[in-house]
């Protein structure tokens, strides 16, 4: 994991701002979600309270929304990464293997 990664998980387990780079995690005390956002697109959103991760690729399927996504993943979601196969992306959780959709959430063992 990238030392920019590891910052921004920091940022996101510790409810806090952060930026570098490109990169940048903004904290909503009013709804104690953590938002992850990448060039302009916000590419994750976890919801503290329900532990619930969404994810997005706002159409930008490149090896970097896919490394800041796995990143985030690792820290929030046990066992679950995206990955890539003959220019498509999947997920992998929980012994399962599902499209990757845009809009897609990660909540409590499942995916919805």
Do not use: P
């Not at 921004?8 to 930026?19: I, L, Q, T």
């Not at 995690?25 to 990448?38: A, E, G, K, P, R």
């Amino acid at each position: 994991m990238r030392k920019i990664e590891t910052q921004m998980n920091r940022a996101v387990v510790n409810k806090n701002d952060w930026s570098k780079a490109n990169t940048f995690v903004d904290y909503n005390s009013n709804t104690n979600c953590s938002t992850v956002v990448l060039h302009r697109t916000a590419i994750a959103v976890y919801d503290h309270n329900t532990q619930a991760l969404k994810l997005n690729t706002g159409g930008w399927y490149s090896n970097t929304t896919k490394s800041r996504l796995n990143a985030i993943l690792s820290e929030l979601i046990a066992g679950a990464r995206v990955y890539q196969k003959n220019f498509e992306w999947f997920l992998s959780y929980n012994n399962s293997t599902h499209d990757f959709m845009d809009g897609m959430i990660l909540s409590q063992g499942e995916v919805i």
